[in-house]
Each structure stands twice: as structure tokens, then as C-alpha cells.
């Protein structure tokens, strides 16, 4: 698992990206791009590296 500060940071950089993730108006083609499952996958707990 990440650090509580590395996970943090992760997510306020997640968060800088409010046209990805969150709706810019009410009408449809306002919504948010990014599925709630796409955004949970880049701001969970863990990192995978491949070597």
C-alpha cells in the first residue's frame, strides 16, 4: 500500500483534471469523461511496476 502522503498527492493530482472527472454543467454532454471505475482505478491504494 501507498503512503497516506503519497496517496494523498496521487489524488490531488487526480483532482487537477476537473474536466476528466467531474461534470462541467448540467446538460449530457457536460458529464464527466472519465466512468467511476476508470477514476477509482487511478486513485487507489497500490501502483504496479513491471520489469
Do not use: T
Not at 472527472?21 to 501502483?47: K, N, Q, S, T, Y
Amino acid at each position: 500500500d501507498l503512503p497516506a502522503d503519497v496517496l494523498g498527492r496521487k489524488r490531488d493530482a487526480v483532482a487537477c483534471f476537473r474536466s476528466q472527472i467531474a461534470p462541467l454543467g448540467p446538460a449530457p454532454e457536460d458529464a464527466a469523461i472519465l466512468p467511476p471505475a476508470e477514476l477509482a482505478h487511478h486513485v487507489r491504494d497500490f501502483e504496479v511496476w513491471f520489469a
